[in-house]
């Protein structure tokens, strides 16, 4: 596993564990990429008329517009739909 693969897991086991997002920061050795660049990429996705849910859910756990429980939930809540690659 790459080392940002780990700060990655870090963060998001301390969300789950109920840590708010700074909290998490503050205990994982150095700040997850995907807690910087996650609205960014969502910006750019939306752009381009590409759906993410699972950023727009994670941008939303950051933003702390939703709980962690919140955002499972609404993942969870998704018809499964079949992965599509390039056009």
Same mark, same amino acid.
């Given at each position: 596993m790459r +080392? !940002?693969?780990?700060?990655e897991?870090t963060? *998001?086991? +301390?969300?789950g564990? *109920? $840590?708010?997002? !700074?909290? /998490?920061?503050a !205990? %994982?050795?150095?700040? /997850?990429e995907g807690v910087k660049?996650?609205?960014?990429?969502? @910006?750019v996705?939306?752009? +381009?008329g &590409? @759906? $993410?849910?699972? %950023? @727009?859910?994670?941008?939303?756990v950051?933003? *702390? %517009?939703?709980? &962690?429980?919140?955002?499972? !939930? $609404?993942? $969870?809540a998704?018809?499964?739909k079949?992965?599509q690659? *390039? %056009?």
């Open positions: +080392h !940002a693969e780990r700060e897991r963060f *998001g086991e +301390h969300l564990q *109920g $840590m708010t997002v !700074a909290e /998490a920061t !205990a %994982t050795s150095q700040t /997850a660049s996650s609205q960014s990429i969502l @910006e996705a939306q752009q +381009h &590409v @759906e $993410m849910p699972i %950023t @727009e859910v994670v941008v939303a950051i933003q *702390g %517009t939703v709980t &962690v429980a919140e955002a499972a !939930a $609404m993942l $969870m998704r018809s499964p079949p992965e690659y *390039g %056009t």
